[in-house]
């Protein structure tokens, strides 16, 4: 499925929660599959936000959570993400991938400040990684992706709130 709306200024929406045809289905994910016990879960919030929140445990070698979702994006003639969002003063990673089958993924990480903000990041910018290792390979240059997610990872037991209100890319 894809998800686009173009407004005056060349931006393309891909994600947002206050339009049902721009929600797409969002699937989270922890450290469980590697006997790690951090939990998560999303849901959506009565001001049309998704919420991503939840507990970072390192017991049991653990120390992630992350959301994702498939969706088809042309990023032909774009340069950059725009994430609209409201952290809690931690650090995240949003990822993406060309094709949601690579093992790989392209990594962009921020810190929140806890305060809504607009986190803008060019597309060259995402770096290849593979289960938190950086690997040989060049930036993202692709003309297309089929995944993003966010994911929490920062080596601490913590718990985590990151309200996201809207995704775009310009």
Same mark, same amino acid.
């Given at each position: 499925m894809v998800y686009t709306s173009t407004n005056a200024q060349n931006t393309q929406v891909i994600?947002?929660?206050?339009?049902?045809?721009k929600t797409p289905s969002w699937e989270v994910f922890s450290d469980g599959v590697m006997g790690?016990?951090?939990?998560?879960?999303?849901?959506?919030?009565?001001?049309?936000?998704?919420?991503?929140?939840?507990?970072?445990?390192?017991?049991?070698?653990?120390? !992630?959570?992350?959301v994702r979702c498939r969706l088809n994006v042309d990023l032909t003639l774009r340069k950059r993400f725009v994430l609209h969002l409201t952290g809690d003063s931690k650090s995240y990673q949003f990822?993406?991938?060309?094709k949601s089958s690579d093992a790989h993924s392209y990594v962009y990480a921020f810190e929140t400040s806890g305060e809504k903000e607009r986190v803008v990041i060019d597309i060259d910018a995402f770096v290849p990684?593979?289960?938190g290792?950086?690997?040989?390979?060049?930036?993202?240059?692709?003309?297309?992706?089929?995944?993003?997610? !966010?994911?929490?990872?920062?080596?601490?037991d913590e718990d985590y709130r990151l309200q996201i209100h809207k995704i775009e890319i310009e």
């Open positions: 994600v947002d929660f206050t339009d049902s045809h790690g016990v951090s939990e998560s879960v999303f849901t959506k919030d009565a001001e049309g936000s998704g919420i991503f929140s939840g507990h970072v445990s390192t017991d049991n070698n653990g120390g !992630f959570a992350g990822r993406i991938k060309h990684r593979y289960r290792r950086d690997i040989d390979r060049p930036n993202f240059n692709d003309a297309s992706l089929e995944e993003i997610c !966010f994911l929490i990872g920062n080596k601490v």
